[in-house]
């Protein structure tokens, strides 16, 4: 069935916070810095600890949540060249709420070029800047006007979104089995969108190579599908996209990933229960539903897969999972398949599957594990 004729349709999503509610937050917190000042108190910024050992994972939530542990930046002798780029950066953010514009994380940095003594001399102090001001205001970057370089993800299949032109508002349907050979691009901000689909399920995949392959042979279409191309650990607007679109369609996710510890512990858990890095807009930017279909260190074995060694880089970074990870700690299946894949001492790719013939993949693997979604890793 087309997804045009689809039966069901999400409401439209709720508005972003209106820009002056943002304007509001940073003049109050604006206000509170100067009236410190005048009084002749040392001001100060408190920013919520963006780590794995500050956050806690709570199953029935379903994503990590952040502890209360803070950092607190006071202005001295020490802090002030800090100090003053993150009230440059709250001032650049609310010019450019109040301007209705954006500027990528890379323009922020240039823009700083102008702040004389407070500029960034290398972008990772910008972005961290950055984060600061976002985990500040408990509002996600993209509301404060700074959006990421990299594009959000992929889209084919049984799906309609449904997004409204800029100047006229008129309604846009945007029909994702109508790319032919190419694929729906998700935007920088999803909240705007709304869907139509009768699809069973959403497929995330990690390579485009793969997600190629699926739309190239129309696998969508007799998988009645839809298909998220992740491109390595998702961007947030990927991560919100499957999770609306998941939630409000009430359709189950699968991911499909590489067979190595940065493609379970990064890219898989970082979309299904969110980072250490963003816990506190965790909550919005995962996707508790999410299971992973393959490819599991069992698959390795049961399709007799080649790989390839497991680099130094790989084992350490399976201990640390094992160790700190609180997703990993908290669920037995994933500490035994990366246990498991530490003794075994190799990795595969999803392209390895190729080795039995290049559709393979969509002959054989793909219904063969769809057909027990319940043998699934959680």
């Known amino acids: 069935m087309a997804a045009k004729k689809a039966r069901t349709k999400s409401p439209a999503a709720p508005a972003a916070p209106a820009g002056a509610a943002v304007v509001r937050k940073i003049r109050g917190q604006a206000r509170t810095v100067k009236e410190k000042i005048l009084k002749r ?49 709250m001032a650049f953010s609310k010019e450019l709420v109040e301007t209705d514009d954006i500027a990528t994380k890379r323009e922020a940095y240039y823009v700083s070029k102008n702040w004389d003594e407070a500029r960034f001399n290398e972008q990772p102090e910008s972005d961290a800047v950055m984060e600061d001001v976002e985990a500040l205001f408990g509002i996600n970057r993209e509301q ?50 709304s869907f139509e689909t009768d699809a069973k399920f959403i497929l995330a995949i990690e390579t485009a190579g ?28 990927c991560r919100r996209f499957i999770r609306r679109l998941a939630d409000e369609m009430g359709i189950p ?32 930017f995962c996707v508790p539903q999410a299971r992973f279909l393959g490819v599991t260190p069992q698959d390795i074995v049961d399709y007799e897969l080649p790989t390839h060694p497991l680099k130094e880089v790989d084992v350490k970074r399976a201990k640390d ?8 700690r908290h669920h037995r299946p994933w500490r035994d398949a990366l246990e498991r894949q530490i003794e075994m001492g190799v990795r595969v790719e999803q392209q390895a599957l190729a080795k039995h013939g290049l559709n393979y993949v969509i002959d054989s693997y793909l219904p063969e594990k769809l057909a027990n979604p319940a043998a699934f890793l959680p």
């Open 41 to 89: 108190d040392k001001p100060s910024l408190k920013f919520p600890v963006r780590s794995l050992a500050n956050v806690v994972y709570r199953p029935k939530a379903g994503y990590f949540q952040i502890r209360g542990k803070k950092k607190e930046r006071t202005l001295t002798v020490g802090t002030v060249k800090t100090f003053a780029q993150t009230l440059r950066m």
């Open 253 to 284: 996710v699968y991911v499909f990933v590489d067979g190595d510890p940065y493609g379970y512990s990064n890219i898989y858990r970082t979309l299904k229960v969110g980072s250490g890095n963003a816990a506190h807009l965790n909550e919005f």
């Open 144 to 193: 404060l006007g700074f959006i990421p370089e990299e594009k959000g993800g992929d889209v084919a299949g049984q799906l309609v979104v449904i997004d409204h032109d800029r100047e006229t508002g008129e309604e846009l349907r945007i029909d994702c089995t109508r790319f032919g050979s190419g694929a729906y691009s998700i935007p920088i901000s999803v909240e705007q969108l």
């Open 321 to 328: 999972a094992l160790k700190n990870d609180p997703f990993i």
């Open 210 to 237: 793969m997600f190629q392959r699926l739309v190239k042979h129309a696998w969508w279409r007799t998988a009645n599908c839809v298909l998220v191309s992740l491109g390595g650990v998702p961007t947030r607007a």
